[in-house]
């Protein structure tokens, strides 16, 4: 199944925006890197954008082979929270009739390491009735320099609305303080595989079953870290426990739950010492 018809264009889950003064914050800003379909097949992947305070538009780019897709986007970014959230809205040429398009809601987080942003996150993918196709990660980066305007430090907030800071919205995908998760199970046991997706700048995270530690302050790393679970009872908590940010706050790490032949893909992100927790329910 090619990627025109398991992945397109997202779906904006919008922030809500912080009023504020900002002055220097407008202009394009070009992101290269890949999207990776939930089998683990990836596509080169960019965004051209035009940025005005918090808000964005532009087009996105998918390379399939010798065929490009274009699609119009929109949305908006956090400075202070450092996310950039975006929607694939409108197809951009003409496409065949038989062709059924997907639309991805994509929300990602950056950090600044080594002279570039990087960007990381996860899509989902829906059809224009709401129905999803498909979801994934996406991997963007451009230089410090080009990036410029997404240092917080650009931005002025009026003293007066600096209570009214929103956070990110939880999507189905993410796992943070106050958005635990309760996942019915079916087989005898848990795959864990746990590993820093991003920019890997010393984070450590702890994970307890149970009330017993299976990591204690472990550091994340680009290699996955694999953990079996055995599911002796009929409910077994999860805690996930954030230790150090590393150099590029918040505590991240990407996850992967395997119940037999079903994957649950979440995206962690926390304030060190801040927990978590996952349910495992047998059915």
Not at 29 to 50: C, R, V
Not at 127 to 154: D, F, P, V
Request: glycine residues 8%; hydrophobic residues 35%.
């Amino acid at each position: 199944m090619t990627i025109f018809r398991l992945v397109k264009v997202i779906v904006c889950t919008v922030l809500t925006s912080i009023p504020a003064i900002m002055w220097g914050q407008n202009g394009p800003l070009a992101l290269s890197g890949m999207i990776i379909l939930e089998d683990g097949t990836e596509y080169k992947y960019n965004l051209n954008l035009e940025i005005s305070g918090d808000k964005l538009k532009g087009i996105s780019n998918t390379f399939q082979g010798k065929d490009l897709m274009k699609m119009k986007l929109n949305g908006k970014l956090n400075r202070k929270n450092q996310t950039l959230v975006f929607t694939e809205n409108a197809h951009l040429g003409i496409l065949p009739d038989t062709l059924e398009m997907c639309y991805i809601t994509a929300a990602m987080r950056w950090k600044l390491k080594k002279g570039k942003y990087i960007l990381n996150g996860n899509y989902v993918a829906r059809k224009k009735n709401g129905a999803i196709c498909g979801n994934g990660e996406i991997t963007l980066q451009t230089s410090e320099q080009k990036g410029a305007m997404l240092n917080s430090k650009q931005e002025f907030y009026s003293p007066s609305n600096t209570d009214t800071v929103s956070k990110l919205p939880i999507n189905e995908n993410e796992l943070t303080e106050g958005a635990d998760k309760k996942l019915e199970w079916l087989s005898q046991e848990c795959v864990l595989e746990i590993w820093d997706a991003g920019v890997i700048d010393g984070d450590e995270l702890t994970v307890i079953v149970n009330g017993k530690a299976l990591l204690n302050n472990f550091p994340l790393k680009g290699e996955k870290k694999k953990l079996v679970i055995p599911l002796t009872e009929k409910q077994t908590t999860l805690t996930f426990v954030a230790g150090s940010e590393g150099s590029s706050p918040p505590n991240t790490a990407q996850m992967i739950l395997t119940d037999g032949g079903k994957h649950h893909k979440i995206m962690y992100y926390n304030k060190k010492g801040k927990t978590a927790n996952i349910v495992i329910l047998k059915k």
